[in-house]
């Protein structure tokens, strides 16, 4: 895997290539589309490898001979990688060298596509992003676990796809890589010669079905193949507690923002309802208030994205306790704006956010923070609310 990252990226870097093949996941960039294009773009990298040592003589491979290389990217631009905190501590754990990996930003891939040969895999998604409708005449193969979406289909018609609602696209991947060992006669050696991989694919599972859990009811017959097939080579002392290890890990590492900047916590989980922008923290809002430069960092946020308010709503759970506040700010000059999507949020009975008015220490000029008593209601409740308000300022327009 080291040696693979290595080569790839100084590969890339110098243009020493032959033909190039692109593995992407989608643009939410989650530890399934990291994982995912990460471990196929390496097996085909080894399986290229493979084939190569059999059909070619040493001595027709000079200094002039290029490899074909295969590079996984990573869908989110290089200053956005701290904020996927439970890929980096996945990557970490398991020996993944992060100054090899390629983002989204590095190079100019529309532009790149069109310099040479190229071929495009989509990992983990097939609806593909505004920012990335260039790729779409060079896409060769589809894996996804989403339901097939022919709406905005408009790839090749010899696109190979392995498209299969199963609880992680890793599950997928893990199939694809073991039914072409096979046609290949290498029967498991990428799996015995790569456990970084095994590892990746294996924690992957785990988090994308909550551990196999009833409740959240993604896993299906083949997530659970796979894993025991992955487990045969990890050979846990204790399969269960491993299992549930991981995933408390890992749902830990998703949700610890301490290392993140003001502006880094308002980039991680944010949705944008006209005027309104609306980021939520697995953290109280009280501590991102806290944090330096925010106020800053909120301004910048608005401009951005073109909104005048912000509705900051935090969360925090402490092994049993639960508790949640919200903010709503506001930028010069949008006072009475704020007023009444104040009046809104305090006043709605569908259902009562039971928001307490409380005070707090903050350089924000035009800020009102709350507790929010009614600890059910998230960001999904908020949404009608802030539609509400759209209408509203439409009308008095
Ligand atoms: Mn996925």
């Known amino acids: ?30 530890l399934d589309s990291a994982a995912s294009s990460l471990v196929y773009a390496a097996y085909l990298y080894w399986q290229y490898q493979q084939i190569k040592c059999k059909t070619c003589s040493k001595g027709y491979r000079d200094e002039t001979f290029k490899d074909d290389l295969f590079v996984a990217v990573l869908n989110v631009n290089r200053e956005d990688f701290p904020i996927k905190t439970e890929i980096g501590y996945c990557f970490d754990k398991h020996g993944v060298e992060k100054s090899h990996l390629v983002f989204r930003n590095d190079y100019d891939f529309e532009e790149l596509v069109k310099s040479q040969p190229t071929s495009v895999i989509l990992v983990d998604h097939h609806v593909l992003a505004r920012q990335d409708l260039f ?17 905005a289909w408009n790839f090749k018609e010899d696109t190979r796809t392995t498209i299969e609602i199963v609880g992680s696209c890793c599950t997928l991947v893990g199939e694809r890589i073991k039914h072409l060992s096979t046609v290949l006669g290498k029967d498991v050696e990428f799996f015995q010669t790569h456990p970084i991989c095994i590892e990746l694919l294996h924690s992957t599972i785990i988090l994308d079905t ?174 009608p609310v802030c539609n509400a308000f759209i209408e509203m300022s439409k009308k008095k327009k």
């Open 135 to 151: 790729l779409a005449p060079y896409v060769t193969e589809i894996i996804d676990h989403r339901p097939k979406d022919k709406s």
């Open 210 to 383: 909550a551990n196999f859990s009833k409740e959240y009811n993604k896993a299906t017959k083949k997530d659970e193949e796979i894993i025991l097939f992955l487990e045969s080579f990890i050979e846990p002392f204790n399969y269960e507690e491993n299992r549930q290890c991981k995933h408390q890990q890992l749902q830990g590492a998703k949700s610890d923002v301490s290392a993140l900047t003001a502006a880094q916590l308002l980039r991680k989980d944010y949705k944008v309802f006209g005027p309104v922008f609306v980021p939520v923290f697995p953290i109280l809002v009280e501590e991102v208030l806290q944090k330096p430069h925010i106020k800053q960092a909120l301004h910048d946020a608005l401009s951005t994205h073109g909104c005048k308010l912000a509705l900051l709503l935090g969360m925090r759970i402490n092994t049993e306790e639960m508790s949640r506040d919200a903010a709503l700010c506001c930028g010069e000059g949008s006072e009475d704006t704020v007023a009444e999507l104040k009046k809104m949020i305090e006043e709605c009975k569908t259902p009562p956010f039971q928001l307490v008015p409380s005070s707090i220490k903050t350089d924000i000029q035009h800020c009102v923070y709350y507790k929010q008593l009614n600890l059910s209601a998230t960001r999904k409740q908020y949404v």
């Open 1 to 30: 895997m080291e040696e693979y990252l290595a080569r790839t990226y100084n590969n890339l870097k110098t243009g020493n290539f032959a033909k190039l093949t692109i593995v992407i996941g989608n643009e939410s960039c989650d």
